[in-house]
């Protein structure tokens, strides 16, 4: 196996295996009403995603991104869900609005670069499978394909 395919291998990792951020430490006296009920519903959330109700958990963490837009946290999570339900632009932008608010979040980082390499390979899959043999970017878009598949899944090929 190529070294490249090492590097790689490593990077594609399932995303679920980066399903969560530091939260940030809640200052002494801050357990307010508020602060109780931001606890509450994000526990209820966390419970929601382990167990893998990633639907219910979407709505419970839209929720409160609504009331809380900059939680590194639940926008990372909002993140792996819409990885989970196939739903990789979705899953891009809430990896990048993680990175708008801190560019230092190696998860988001990882986790956007395998949503792209995933978003490419299914590219250039649908090319070589649409277009005419004939044509002359047939062969560079097979390359591509078989390519960005060995990248994704070296046990594979």
Not at 51 to 57: I, M, P
Not at 111 to 132: F, P, T
Request: net charge neutral.
């Amino acid at each position: 196996m190529k070294s490249s395919q090492w590097v790689v291998l490593g990077l594609c990792v399932l995303l679920s295996a980066c399903n969560s951020l530091q939260q940030k430490p809640q200052a002494e006296g801050e357990l307010s009403k508020g602060a109780s009920e931001y606890q509450h519903n994000l526990d209820r959330a966390d419970a929601s995603y382990l167990g893998r109700e990633y639907s219910q958990a979407l709505s419970q963490y839209q929720s409160i991104h609504d009331d809380y837009p900059q939680d590194l946290h639940v926008l990372f999570r909002i993140g792996n869900i819409y990885s989970h339900l196939d739903k990789p632009k979705e899953a891009i932008i809430a990896y990048e609005k993680v990175l708008a608010v801190d560019t230092k979040k190696s998860k988001a980082w990882y986790n956007l670069g395998v949503s792209y390499m995933q978003q490419s390979a299914k590219i250039w899959r649908h090319m070589s499978e649409q277009i005419d043999p004939k044509d002359p970017l047939y062969k560079s878009s097979k390359h591509y394909s078989r390519g960005m598949s060995e990248l994704i899944n070296p046990d594979k090929s």
